[in-house]
C-alpha cells in the first residue's frame, strides 16, 4: 500500500540546535513528497515540496529537505530552530486527486 | 495573498442533527477538498473534487457526508445525523491544479457533537 511514514512522534529539541524529522515512503507512491506545519489552531502551510530534479529542496523558515530514492526517505531539517518553530510537522504525498498525510511529528523547541 | 476562508469556526451540534460547514477556496483554484483531524490524531482524507463532481472519496465519507458547489465561490461539506465521532476539525482545501500542486488549507470548523 501507498503510504508515508514520520518515525518520530515527538521531537524535543533546545533553541538554536539543529533538527531532523524523518519520512520514510513506500516505493510505490509518486514522487510527489511534501512538508507541511500545522501552528495551533491554524490550518496546514506548505513547508516545501518535491516534484522532480533537485533532490535537496528548500521551504520557508529555513527548512530544507532531501528526496533521498535509494532509502526512500524525504527527511526535514533545520539547523537551528527557534522557539517559533514548535507545531507539528507533515510529510505528504500526492496519489491521484488526494494527498494523504503522514501521522506528524510534534517538534517541541525549548528555551 | 489570497486564502482560503472557512467558517464558522466552531460549531457545536446535537447528535443526529445535519450541519453544514463552508468554505470559500481561493478564487482561480479548481480543484477542493475536505480532510477532518480529530482531536491529537492524523489528517485524513475525505473527498475531493473537480468540475462540479466528486473525484475521489475516501471510505470515511460515507452517505451521511455530502458536498456541493452550489455558487462559483462556496463549497460545501453536509453531515446528515451527526454522530459523537464526527467531533473533529474540518479543513477545506483548495489548489490550482492536481498530481504535485501543494494544498492550501482555511483554518478548520471545529465541529463538536454532543
Known amino acids: 500500500a501507498q503510504s508515508v511514514t514520520q518515525l518520530d512522534s515527538q521531537v524535543p529539541v533546545f533553541e538554536e540546535a539543529p533538527v531532523e524529522l524523518r519520512c520514510n515512503y513506500s516505493?510505490?507512491?509518486?514522487?510527489?513528497l511534501f512538508w507541511y506545519v500545522q501552528y495551533p489552531n491554524q490550518g496546514l502551510q506548505l513547508l516545501l515540496k518535491y516534484l522532480s530534479g533537485s533532490t535537496l529542496v528548500k521551504g520557508i523558515n529555513g527548512f530544507e529537505a532531501e528526496f533521498n530514492k535509494s532509502q526512500t526517505s524525504f527527511h526535514l531539517r533545520k539547523p537551528s530552530v527557534h522557539i517559533s518553530d514548535t507545531a507539528e510537522y507533515f510529510c505528504a504525498y500526492t496519489g491521484g486527486f488526494k494527498t494523504i498525510f503522514g501521522a506528524g511529528t510534534r517538534l517541541f523547541v525549548k528555551a | 495573498e489570497p486564502e482560503v476562508t472557512q467558517t464558522p469556526s466552531h460549531q457545536v451540534t446535537q447528535m443526529g442533527q445535519e450541519v453544514i460547514l463552508r468554505c470559500v477556496p481561493i478564487?482561480?483554484?479548481?480543484?477542493f477538498y475536505w480532510y477532518r483531524q480529530i482531536l491529537g490524531q492524523k489528517v485524513e482524507f475525505l473527498v475531493s473534487f473537480y468540475n462540479n463532481e466528486i473525484s475521489e472519496k475516501s471510505e470515511i465519507f460515507d452517505d451521511q457526508f455530502s458536498v456541493e458547489r452550489p455558487d462559483g465561490s462556496n463549497f460545501t461539506l453536509k453531515i446528515r445525523s451527526t454522530k459523537l465521532e464526527d467531533s473533529a476539525m474540518y479543513f477545506c482545501?483548495?489548489?490550482?491544479?492536481?498530481?504535485?500542486?501543494?494544498?492550501?488549507f482555511g483554518n478548520g470548523t471545529r465541529l463538536t457533537v454532543t
Open positions: 482545501a483548495s489548489s490550482d491544479w492536481t498530481g504535485g500542486s501543494p494544498l492550501h
Open positions: 516505493s510505490s507512491v509518486s514522487v510527489y
Open positions: 478564487s482561480n483554484h479548481l480543484y
